[in-house]
């Protein structure tokens, strides 16, 4: 039925774009784009296939992603598994120039030099059952969730161990970033796992505050919080660190503009003993945990905590948080791209196997009130679309912010675990501007700015297109989505996860 229901809307859609209508189910379509391998390509000129590249966007733009889903064989089962590959947009005069590459870490180099996978990842286990697997801690650092510019270097952050850096023209492979010797790994557990101490993809630059803000979560059997305040400019890490009483996964957080962070300690179980004994990948020993309690945790400048309880759920990504000052005391507002439950593991292999997802879940943009006087929360829902890989303008990172854009579901959801459309959310209305690209798959959008108003400015996205199997760069107007350009990729890659706009600094 689901199947039948896809095909009728992916007909529709095609009719829609004016072009030969072929039936492609949108598990199809995600299937499509996430198995094709990239190969890397040489710098070039990106071809405008309709409209124009405005000429105020001048600068870099940088979109890390798994390049590729099958490695010598072993396809993985999971989207975090696939190996690092990095995308550079140089945009001048109205012009795009275009270079890709692998991050040709020294796991990745060893793998290609014996044309066989030779590490456990995160979410798939090697060929070879127990004897491959068991006890087998140092999985692969596939470098390939977020690009970072600290002191010259591009660095290619991965949540599970410290980053790799790359030179940021050329792309070539630097080293190991150890911000100066402290994400080195200290803990017997790091040490076993051998790829230093982890450092999260989502790293945070406030406005006024001249560091970058991080957090890892160190594995053990009392896990460790670890937070980070980078110097961009000479690349030193001062770390403070936390013993968390149970263990928990957290991918994201928010920094307030007075330099407070919030973390969402949400419910979930580890099963490991299968994944220490091989029997499962270590991804598939996270499972929702419905018994234990939301904890918010909020440290202020000095590294002291409170502790707050929160909504059951789960969150991925964070948009932003900022606070507010009332005579009733400090509240912080968060936003949050919030799930019913953490998902399970088996959701991403089903949608790399072309299979339909057994129970899927699509996020809510999700306020949260935390009052830090009366220890309280209180959520709203912000959009009736699901949206995922939000976007703000970053010169509203930490304070008040009215905007959020991101890929984003329509109420009435197509039967998928992804998206196909992108969002402007007005948080001030709970208003919601939606443009559909289906059969567009889309992937993160980064803001530009290109004025004083928030909304001023464009988004930039890679786009596949399943008809053609063409990838694509497409230029929006921030302000009402809007299409300014659209540019053809030289090679269709999977669509990645996170960007950089890092204007001239690279
Ligand atoms: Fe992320």
């Not at 949400?266 to 929702?288: N, Q």
Request: glycine share 8%; aromatic share 10%.
């Amino acid at each position: 039925m689901r199947d039948a229901v896809a095909a009728s809307l992916s007909d529709i859609a095609y009719c829609m774009h004016e072009k030969k209508p072929r039936v492609m189910t949108p598990s199809e379509v995600f299937n499509a784009m996430s198995r094709r391998g990239a190969q890397g390509a040489a710098p070039q000129h990106l071809s405008v296939i309709s409209g124009a590249v405005p000429l105020e966007l001048s600068g870099t733009l940088f979109r890390v992603g798994p390049g590729r889903l099958r490695n010598y064989g072993l396809d993985y089962d999971h989207l975090f598994d696939g190996d690092g590959f990095v995308q550079r947009f140089s945009f001048s005069q109205g012009t795009v120039r275009f270079r890709s590459a692998y991050v040709e870490t020294p796991q990745f180099t060893r793998e290609k030099r014996h044309e066989r996978p030779m590490y456990r990842s995160f979410g798939t286990n090697l060929p070879g059952g127990l004897l491959r697997n068991a006890f087998r801690f140092n999985l692969k650092n596939a470098a390939n969730t977020t690009p970072l510019m600290v002191n010259g270097d591009l660095l290619v952050l991965w949540e599970g161990g410290a980053p790799h850096r790359i030179n940021p023209q050329s792309l070539a492979y630097r080293g190991h970033w150890t911000g100066g010797g402290p994400l080195r790994s200290r803990t017997a557990v790091e040490r076993i796992m051998g790829n230093g101490r982890p450092f999260s993809a989502h790293p945070k630059r406030i406005p006024g505050i001249p560091e970058i803000f991080n957090f890892g979560l160190s594995p053990g059997l009392r896990q460790r919080l670890l937070l980070y305040r980078v110097n961009p400019d000479t690349g030193a890490v001062q770390v403070s660190e936390t013993v968390l009483p149970r263990l928990t996964f957290m991918h994201d957080f928010a920094v307030t503009s007075s330099g407070r962070r919030v973390f969402f300690d949400v419910g979930v179980a580890f099963h490991l003993l299968p994944a220490f004994a091989g029997l499962i990948p270590p991804a598939a020993s996270i499972r929702e945990d419905s018994n234990a309690q939301t904890i918010i945790r909020v440290f202020d400048n000095a590294d002291q905590q409170q502790i707050i309880p929160g909504p059951s759920g789960y969150v991925f990504h964070i948009p932003n948080g900022y606070e507010e000052e009332s005579e009733a005391g400090a509240t912080v507002i968060v936003d949050t791209c919030w799930l019913q439950r953490f998902p399970e593991t088996d959701d991403f292999h089903a949608m790399l196997n072309n299979r339909f997802p057994r129970n899927p879940l699509l996020p809510t943009l999700t306020r949260h009130r935390i009052d830090l006087t009366n220890n309280l929360v209180s959520s709203d829902e912000l959009s009736e679309y699901s949206l995922e890989l939000p976007a703000i303008n970053p010169a509203f990172q930490g304070r008040r912010h009215r905007y959020i854009w991101g890929i984003a579901e329509p109420p009435t959801r197509r039967p998928a675990a992804t998206m196909f459309g992108i969002a402007k959310v007005d948080t001030d209305v709970a208003h919601t501007t939606y443009r559909d690209y289906y059969p567009f798959i889309l992937g993160e959008p980064v803001f530009v700015s290109s004025g004083n108003a928030e909304d001023e400015g464009y988004l930039l996205l890679l786009a596949f297109d399943p008809q053609d199997s063409q990838g694509l760069l497409l230029i929006l107007r921030a302000e009402n989505l809007e299409e300014a350009a659209r540019l053809e990729l030289p090679e269709a890659t999977p669509l990645g996860f996170h960007g950089l706009w890092a204007g001239d600094e690279a």
